[in-house]
């Protein structure tokens, strides 16, 4: 990605998009994940060609009223982690940039590579997840 590219889709992000942690199953740890909403689908369909992800179509209870919208989920770790490091330091929302480099600087401490958490490592992942919602 080059770096106007990363700038270009910073700019997304801090307007449309999310840095969250999100489970994907019920009874999983949160993990990264960005998300970006938008009427535009050839925007998300041109930031998907860069990050990967998926497209997922929201359903439009009133067509007559409002266009269609659709939402790109960047959710694999490595995805997830290429993208924050080439966007964080064009992020300008300081609530998007500090949730990045928590994720950046902390993930990977406090989640092991086989999923299998010691007391103390869940009480690690738990507290990152605490601090990470109060950012």
């Not at 970006?36 to 209870?61: A, F, H, V």
């Not at 300081?94 to 092991?112: F, G, H």
Request: aromatic share 10%; with cysteine; hydrophobic share 35%.
């Amino acid at each position: 990605m080059k770096d106007w590219e990363a700038a270009y889709i910073a700019g997304i992000i801090d307007g449309e998009g999310s840095i969250t942690l999100s489970r994907m199953h019920k009874s999983e740890h949160r993990r990264p994940c960005v998300t970006i909403s938008s009427t535009d689908l050839e925007l998300l369909n041109y930031i998907q060609t860069l990050t990967g992800g998926t497209i997922i179509n929201k359903k439009n209870y009133k067509p007559e009223k409002h266009k269609n919208s659709y939402t790109l989920n960047i959710k694999t770790k490595g995805s997830v982690m290429a993208l924050l490091a080439h966007i964080t330091p064009y992020l300008r929302i300081s609530n998007k940039r500090e949730r990045a480099l928590w994720i950046l600087e902390n993930y990977d401490k406090v989640t092991p590579r086989n999923g299998k958490y010691s007391s103390e490592m869940l009480k690690k992942k738990l507290q990152f997840e605490d601090f990470f919602f109060k950012l």
